[in-house]
C-alpha cells in the first residue's frame, strides 16, 4: 500500500474519536463551512460538516491532498453523516500567511496548531465559533482576546455551557507574553478538553 495511504488511514484511525465531538458541535451551533489551520492529516471534520478547507504547509499532508484526494474522498463517503455534497479543498500554506479566501467561515478549529486564533481570526464571521484547545496556549490567548467570548467548554464529550467563570483562573500572574514565547499554557485551577468562543467583534 502506498505510504500516504497507509499514513492517511492511520490518522484517520487514530483520531476518529473527534467525530463525536464535531457532531456535539454541530446538534449546538449553526455550522456550515469549517476552516481547519494546521489540520496536518486529520480529516474527522468532514465526516460532520460538507464543507471544509484544510491548511498546513506540512509536505506529506500536501502530498496526501494532492496525490490521494480520492482516498481521502472514499474515507469521508463511508463514513460522512449528512446527504449533501462533499466539498474539501487543501491549501498549502502556512497560515500566518495572506490568504485570499473566498468565503468567511462559521468554524475555526485550533488544535495542536499554535496561535490559530491569533492568525485566523479574520476569516471568521462575525458570530462565528472558534474550537480550540489550550495545548499551545491558543485558548488561553483566545480568552484575553476581546475578539472573543468564551461560550461553552466540551470535557469528556460532553457540552456545558454554564459555570464558565471558574476556567482560565491560575494561582500565578498570566503572563501572555510568556504563554506566546514558549507555546506553554499557564496551570490553570480547572481545566477542560475544548473550549468553545463565539467572536463579538
Known amino acids: 500500500m502506498n505510504k500516504n495511504i497507509e499514513k492517511l488511514e492511520s490518522y484517520f484511525h487514530q ?3 473527534r467525530i463525536k ?5 454541530s446538534k449546538n451551533f449553526d455550522i456550515k463551512n469549517v476552516l481547519y489551520p494546521g489540520s496536518y ?4 471534520p468532514s465526516i460532520i460538516f460538507y464543507d471544509v478547507t484544510y491548511i498546513d504547509n506540512n509536505k506529506i499532508a500536501n502530498s496526501i ?3 490521494n484526494i480520492s482516498t481521502v474522498y472514499e474515507i469521508i463517503e463511508k ?3 449528512y446527504t449533501s455534497k462533499l466539498n474539501i479543498e487543501f491549501i498549502y500554506s502556512d497560515y500566518w500567511n495572506e490568504m485570499d479566501l473566498n468565503k468567511s467561515f462559521d468554524l475555526l478549529i485550533s488544535l495542536y496548531a499554535g496561535f490559530v486564533s491569533q492568525a485566523c481570526k479574520k476569516y471568521l464571521k462575525k458570530d462565528g465559533i472558534l474550537f480550540v484547545n489550550d495545548s499551545h496556549g491558543d485558548a488561553t490567548s483566545a480568552y484575553f482576546d476581546n475578539t472573543f ?3 461553552g467548554v466540551i470535557d469528556n464529550n460532553k457540552i456545558f455551557f454554564n ?3 471558574q476556567y482560565f483562573i491560575s494561582k500565578k500572574e498570566i503572563d501572555l507574553v510568556k504563554v506566546k514565547n514558549t507555546m506553554k499554557p499557564p496551570k490553570y485551577i480547572k481545566n477542560a478538553d475544548f473550549y468553545i468562543f463565539k467572536k463579538v467583534r
Do not use: G, P, Q, R
Open 15 to 17: 483520531f476518529k474519536y
Open 21 to 25: 465531538i464535531f457532531e456535539i458541535l
Open 41 to 44: 492529516v486529520d480529516i474527522t
Open 65 to 67: 491532498f494532492k496525490n
Open 79 to 81: 463514513e460522512k453523516k
Open 149 to 151: 467570548e468564551l461560550i
Open 163 to 165: 459555570s464558565l467563570e
